[in-house]
Every structure is written in C-alpha cells, then in structure tokens.
C-alpha cells in the first residue's frame, strides 16, 4: 500500500510533496521506493547531517559525511533507493542542532534537488570503550571508577576525603561536522558531598523511538525544521525562532558524536576520561 505510513510503523516527514511512498527496512538496508517518478541525474546515498543555527541570522543546509554510493538511475518507472541503516545521532541546544543519519541526495537537473533522511533505532546494544578505568586528584581523597558491562556504562564516585564542597561526574557530548558547525552539551552525572558514595549506570541512547524518514529540500525554512523535530519527538515550534523542549534534546549516540568523562571538583576538571560509543547493525 503506497501512502504516508507504512503499516502505521515509519513516521514520514513530506516538505517537498513526493506523494506515496514505500519504505521496508531488512537486515541493515532499508529500500525506499517512490509512487513519482523521478528525472534525477544522480543519486548519492551514505551518511549525511542536517545542521541548522538560528542564533542570529537563520541557516540550514544539509551535506554528506560519506558517500556509499553515486548511482544514475534508470529513466522511467518507479523511483526507488536502497540505504545502508546507520545511527541516528545528533544534539539539539538553544538555536542549534545537528542531526546525523543514513541520507540520499537526488540530483534534480532542472528544478530543486531532494534530500532524503531516514532515521531509524537501533536494536543492538551499544559499544562503549573507555580510555582509562579510574579518575583521580591529588587535591583530595576523590577518586571514580568507570567499567563497562553489556552496553552500559558503569561509574561510581567516591568521596571520602574532606576539605572539599563537592566532587562530581560530567558527561561531555560534542558534536562535530565541520568549523562552525558543533553542537555542545553537558550532562552532570552525579555529585557527592564529603563522606558519600555514590553508583550508577549511563546508557547510549539508540536513536529515536520509531523510525521517520523525511523528504526535504536542500535549502530549508523554519517550519521544515520544526515539523522534522516534531517527528523526532520534539515539541518544537518556529515563531520567532525555532524552540524545542526538552532543551537540550539528544537525538541518539554514537556516529560522530565525541565523548569524555570528568572529574570535578569543587566545579573545576581535575581529570577526565575519553569514551568511544557505537552501534552494531
């Protein structure tokens, strides 16, 4: 059945009025088949991002990170594009986001180019590989430890010592694409006062709920933005600018998101880990 759902299990996002679509998702390839045809001269698929910023003046435009494939398509018939299923990652903060997934650029000779995202959760556990086990300082007696345990990551903080406000954990997520393109967030973990022990377990977020594929123009306006964010999982709005809550937003882990883990204490880093995060499909 050609139509804007399928199976009422894949969200799709229309801004530049496809009509039906088809799209079924097997073992690592999902095939996505459109009801128009299509004149394209090229369609490169891989993996793409979607980087906006509304903090002054509005900007947003989408690019490929990696290209799998650079195909002509036959004339005629149906048009239909097979893409490689990879993370869907990417951070939401203030008037920035960045959102990374398995892409398709169709070049239009005449008229406007059609990018197409597919965003879709991941059903293994993550890989997650820290640089080192233990963090410490020589200011107190302050010290964590980090193990991981079947896609979890294991951290507890000690604080024993005294002479100390506060010792803390932060978990830093950066997301980088290119020289003004990144997106920043800080997530403080936990924090422990003198005499206090504290566990807990960090998990990778693996993309959104449900899957939503979105057929998008290359260059967008505000309201394109906001209802792909809506499809997210966003309540996001465009006037005056583009808002979302929850502020910030973490669209999932892993692709090129870089992480680390700090120590703090009493706010400032005194030691710091590297973590690594990936999915498996």
């Not at 496809?18 to 999902?30: D, F, I, K, P, Q």
């Not at 604080?159 to 997520?173: C, E, K, N, V």
């Not at 290119?178 to 967030?185: D, N, R």
Request: hydrophobic share 45%; aromatic share 8%; glycine share 10%.
């Amino acid at each position: 059945m050609w139509g804007y759902a399928v199976g009422g299990e894949i969200k799709v996002v229309d801004r530049v009025r496809v009509g039906g679509v088809r799209c079924s998702l097997g073992e690592g390839v999902a095939l996505i088949e459109l009801e128009k045809t299509l004149k394209a001269r090229s369609v490169k698929t891989g993996y793409g991002r979607l980087f906006f910023n509304d903090e002054k003046v509005f900007s947003a435009g989408f690019k490929h990170l990696s290209i799998d494939a650079d195909i002509k398509p036959a004339p005629g018939g149906r048009f239909s594009i097979s893409l490689n299923l990879k993370e869907a990652a990417g951070l939401l903060r203030d008037f920035k986001g960045v959102l990374c997934a398995s892409a398709a650029k169709i070049d239009i000779p005449i008229g406007r180019d059609i990018w197409i995202v597919l965003f879709t959760p991941v059903n293994s556990k993550p890989r997650i590989e820290v640089s080192k086990p233990l963090l410490i300082t020589d200011k107190a007696s302050v010290q964590a430890s980090l193990s991981v345990d079947g896609g979890e990551l294991r951290y507890s903080l000690s604080a024993y010592g005294s002479g100390f406000r506060r010792a803390g954990l932060i978990l830093d997520r950066r997301v980088v694409t290119g020289m003004i393109e990144k997106v920043m967030l800080a997530e403080r973990l936990v924090v422990a006062h003198p005499g206090e022990s504290i566990q807990d377990i960090w998990t990778p977020l693996a993309g959104p709920k449900e899957p939503v594929l979105a057929f998008m123009r290359p260059y967008m306006y505000r309201r394109d933005i906001v209802a792909l964010l809506q499809a997210l999982g966003c309540e996001a709005k465009a006037s005056p600018f583009i808002s979302f809550m929850p502020n910030p937003f973490v669209v999932g882990d892993g692709g090129p998101t870089q992480y680390r883990i700090r120590l703090t204490l009493n706010g400032k880093t005194v030691d710091e880990a590297l973590l690594k995060v990936s999915f498996q499909r």
